[in-house]
């Protein structure tokens, strides 16, 4: 098992920390990972994103122009990533805010209007866990429960008691991620 | 034994970690991206609380490096970490260190130059690295991690080999390694060495002369050239035995390669993907990785270019190490390059590329 997730969005969308959740879940089980994020001034503002590997074997390259997976939070990150999705792969998108839709017929595309759900569950912060339930629904990489110790072991402890809003929020991803189109 | 600490971990925070566990005394830094970690990590750890190590932010690189001097020249295991313009700065102290035989750690986390350049990973020191970049002839010996594990286990491995030989070591690492997580297995603690042991260890250290020795005198200046002269023979000696037993690489699918990429640190672990790639389409390639750049893995380079139709030097820079690629096998096969500059980093794919137009279509 080997899969190469590109996760892109803007500065502020928790982009890097839900990358770092799932890495940490896959670390878990026992997968190797890298974790390589977008790094400097494009950060603060703009768009930022960070290429997660989980694999059963020796990660080679951080640096890639091919993903298995691409999870995309904002129009220009489409516009970047769209056409670097591998034939047959994968492509997650929120809703909002996106005024062209993917439109590549040889890969699998979802929808998971998760910004719109966060706004339900009046908690913005777990945006980008949502986005995380809905991933790991098409892409059963790590189990919801690894997630739920991911988080338990890299939060500090003052911030325990938010990881039942965070574990309903990724259930709540799993459950209104859908096949776009 | 104890339960192996897996945990997951930039590249920076690794040397942090590892430092504090290998018994480094002293950490001496400034801060500047992408290496800025490295002094955060040792802050948030606080060792001077467990370990007694020291970790002081100085007023600037030079001052770092002449910190590392002092606490080297008293037999303490101490460190520096900077990025390129800042190892730039520190150059005049490390052939200080060189010419006085002061053992001591240097990090290096890459980015684009010259001068201030840009943030982003390079590997354009090389020839910083491994030409000296201060005064004299002299070298540092280099090793080049291309994991966050790497990042970690090389800084005992570093120290291990600055004191056997009495030289600056130096860890060669660029923004990708640094600012990457990855899983990392902790080394496991390892004890400060007391005053005794180190007196024990490192007779030759300024550490307060006892009635029953000679003066110790570290430095680099000696004013009879003849003297001089000596002095340099004795260093070419200690790195000839350095060249003969230290040379460490990992060799990947050589064997029935018909073309070899050579490439270090981050390059490598891209090498490792355009080998894959390359494989699947029938073109057998195979990659050598220099884990030491100095001493450079000369033999082992000549040996396989023998073997093989074409080397490709991939480095994140205009061309360096396949000068000394060109060296090791003296014009016997075609040796091209690869590289992007200024903090681009090339996705294996473009390397592909590259190595069916230099290599196998001309």
Redesign the interface.
């Given at each position: 098992m080997k899969e190469e997730i590109i996760i892109a969005g803007f500065g502020g969308q928790g982009v890097l920390s839900m990358g770092k959740i799932l890495a940490y879940a896959a670390l878990v089980e026992g997968k190797e990972v890298t974790w390589m994020p977008s790094y400097g001034p494009e950060q603060r503002g703009g768009t930022a994103n960070v290429t997660v590997i989980v694999s059963d074997e020796r990660i080679s390259s951080p640096i890639l122009s091919a993903y298995d997976t691409a999870v995309i939070l904002n129009q220009p990150s489409l516009d970047k990533f769209e056409s670097c999705v591998k034939p047959g792969g994968t492509l997650i998108y929120d809703g909002y805010g996106i005024s062209t839709p993917p439109s590549r017929k040889d890969i699998r595309v979802y929808r998971i209007d998760a910004m719109d759900a966060a706004a339900e569950m009046k908690a913005g912060k777990v945006f980008n866990m949502i986005v995380l339930g809905g991933l790991i629904k098409v892409r059963p990489l790590v189990e919801v429960e690894d997630v739920v110790h991911a988080l338990r072991k890299s939060l500090p402890p003052r911030h325990h008691d938010l990881i039942p809003q965070n574990e309903a929020a990724l259930r709540k991803g799993m459950e209104i991620i859908a096949p776009a189109g | 034994m104890a339960e192996k600490e897996?945990v997951?971990m930039k590249g920076n925070e690794a040397v942090a970690h590892a430092a504090i566990r290998c018994g480094c005394d002293g950490y001496f830094g400034y801060p500047i991206t992408?290496q800025s970690e490295v002094l955060e990590t040792l802050a948030l750890e606080k060792p001077w609380e467990t370990t007694g190590m020291v970790v002081v932010q100085a007023e600037s690189e030079l001052a770092s490096i002449n910190m590392v001097y002092g606490g080297g020249a008293a037999g303490k295991r101490c460190m520096t970490s900077s990025s390129s313009p800042g190892v730039a700065l520190m150059q005049e102290g490390i052939a200080y260190m060189a010419g006085a035989e002061i053992p001591g750690l240097i990090v290096n986390v890459q980015r684009g130059g010259p001068g201030l350049g840009s943030?982003?990973p390079s590997q354009s020191d090389y020839f910083q690295a491994t030409r000296g970049g201060g005064n004299g002839d002299y070298n540092v010996i280099v090793l080049a991690p291309a994991s966050v594990q790497e990042m970690a286990d090389f800084v005992d491995l570093a120290f291990e080999l600055s004191f056997k030989y009495r030289n600056p070591a130096m860890i060669l690492s660029d923004?990708?390694i640094g600012?990457?997580?990855?899983?990392l297995v902790l080394p496991p603690f390892k004890p400060r060495r007391t005053e005794e042991q180190i007196q024990e260890e490192c007779p030759w250290a300024t550490m307060g002369r006892k009635k029953e020795r000679r003066p110790n005198i570290l430095t680099s200046l000696e004013l009879d050239c003849g003297k001089m002269e000596q002095k340099n023979l004795h260093l070419q000696a200690k790195y000839e035995e350095i060249r003969e037993k230290e040379v460490r690489f990992e060799n990947v699918l050589c064997e029935d390669a018909e073309y070899l990429i050579v490439a270090f640190g981050?390059a490598a672990?891209?090498g490792?993907?355009?080998i894959?790639m390359c494989r699947a389409e029938g073109i057998k390639v195979g990659l050598l990785r220099p884990v030491t750049l100095w001493p450079f893995p000369a033999g082992e380079i000549a040996r396989l270019g023998r073997r093989v139709k074409g080397i490709l030097s991939f480095e994140i820079n205009a061309g360096q190490m396949v000068e000394d690629i060109r060296l090791a096998t003296d014009g016997q096969v075609p040796v091209a390059h690869y590289g992007r500059m200024g903090g681009v980093?090339?996705?294996?794919?473009?390397v592909v590329r590259a190595l069916k137009e230099k290599l196998i279509q001309s």
């Open positions: - | 897996v997951l992408p943030i982003q923004g990708v600012q990457m997580m990855e899983k981050s672990r891209i490792l993907k355009v894959e980093v090339p996705a294996p794919d473009e």
